[in-house]
């Protein structure tokens, strides 16, 4: 997980005059400002002051995905086509809301990363494909604007409803939405009705509002995704691994605000059991089948999460070290989904009207990396290891500790044990 390797100072000019116009350093934060911009309304400034948050609500649907559970035979084929079907069995039952809290107060919109005492980390692209299965090659969908009447009409075209029923559905929920419930009965009309190719869309409609597209309503979906289900045979061709980490990306810069209280997405890509098996208490699913999904591999229930509050989370965070780290965790599990390259891709990533950056070259720690991206700088050779000049200036633009009282100790050398598979060019 590598930093630029080279940071360009500030001129300075004017000398003190352009000191007096440098913002103020943040107690506990960045004693350089440029980076995180807005670090004066994140929740990990008010933290540091003892303004406690409640912890976030978390919009889970685990069990409306289990509840419904897998689709009528009739359409099996047709679901399995679109590459959706991997969500139906890896979605977490229960969320660990004092662990996401924590993880959350660390999350930065300026640099798509978490912010730790061993530097940044981030959700890839190869996370969301060992994850979920789900490609990370395809197109993305440039979803236009949706009005009441247009998806009243969509709502008619793909799922057989009347328009007096459809009308009435978004009126209830004032926009272009529609009640997972609701969908959830349409379902099971069309399947009755077999209109199959209808019952498949709202299948399909309900998985992506509970697991990619969750909302923070928990309870409805945007009518608007029944356009990528319009024709079942091209839903494949979408690159819905990108989705996911775009929607996730976009809830996670919402809430890390101050005055968020909620965190939408789909908060099955948030474990963080492979990397940090010191920080959270997991139970592993002692029949997993290393074929399936990554994130099938753990239980999380209401039995098996443990009710660890935000500030004990937070305090193993301050605690962490490079050995409590596995950077490269999805070692075993490349026979099964191989690294692609196209996950070390840089830039703008794009859903529909969402756009985040993506920027792997701040967080990958791989062997080999310098195969993959043309490096800035000096290349990491070393799992855990960063570039020389990494850590001093990580710890000016950032903030290490999310509470006082910790020595800024340097970091020890050394890194985790790792799996023996790196990344290998193509």
Not at 152 to 170: C, F, G, I, N, W
Not at 416 to 425: I, K, L
């Amino acid at each position: 997980m590598e930093a630029p390797a080279a940071v360009e100072d500030i001129p300075m000019d004017a000398g003190a005059e352009a000191a007096e116009d440098q913002p103020q350093e943040f107690p506990g934060g960045p004693s350089d400002p440029f980076v995180l911009t807005a670090y004066a309304d994140h929740v990990a400034c008010n933290v540091w002051t003892g303004e406690e948050r409640p912890e976030l609500k978390l919009s889970s649907h685990g069990r409306k995905v289990h509840s419904l559970g897998r689709p009528v035979p009739a359409i099996e084929g047709l679901i399995a086509g679109t590459g959706l079907s991997p969500l139906i069995a890896c979605s977490v039952d229960t969320g660990d809301r004092g662990l996401l809290s924590a993880f959350v107060e660390r999350w930065h919109r300026e640099t798509s990363s978490f912010h730790l005492l061993v530097g940044e980390l981030t959700i890839t692209l190869d996370d969301v494909s060992s994850l979920l299965h789900l490609p990370v090659i395809g197109d993305l969908h440039a979803f236009q604007p949706l009005n009441m009447d247009d998806a009243v009409q969509m709502l008619v075209d793909l799922l057989m409803v009347s328009p007096e029923s459809a009308r009435a559905e978004t009126v209830q929920c004032r926009g272009p939405y529609v009640r997972l419930q609701w969908v959830r009965d349409i379902y099971q009309h069309r399947c009755q009705a077999g209109h199959w190719t209808a019952a498949a869309r709202a299948y399909l409609l309900h998985l992506l509002g509970c697991t990619l597209f969750a909302n923070k309503s928990a309870t409805n979906v945007h009518v608007v995704y029944l356009e990528a289900l319009r024709d079942l045979s091209m839903t494949e061709r979408y690159a819905w691994g990108v989705a996911a980490l775009v929607h996730m990306y976009d809830q996670l810069n919402d809430a890390s605000m101050s005055h968020s209280r909620q965190l939408g997405g789909y908060i099955t890509l948030l474990q963080i059991y492979e990397q940090f098996p010191s920080v959270a208490e997991s139970t592993a699913d002692q029949d997993y089948d290393e074929a399936s999904p990554r994130a099938c591999r753990w239980i999380a229930t209401k039995k098996t999460v443990k009710s660890i509050r935000t500030p004990s989370y937070r305090e193993r965070l301050d605690q962490l070290r490079i050995p409590d780290v596995c950077w490269i965790p999805y070692g075993e599990h490349r026979e099964v989904r191989d690294f692609h390259v196209r996950s070390c891709y840089s830039g703008l990533l794009r859903w529909g009207p969402v756009v985040v950056y993506c920027r792997p070259e701040r967080v990958v720690r791989w062997m080999h990396y310098e195969d993959h991206i043309v490096p800035a700088g000096e290349v990491c050779v070393v799992p855990g290891v960063c570039s020389s000049d990494y850590i001093d200036w990580f710890f000016r633009i950032s903030h290490p500790f999310m509470t006082p009282g910790h020595a800024l100790d340097p970091l020890p050398h050394g890194h985790a044990p790792q799996a023996r598979f790196v990344p290998q060019a193509p």
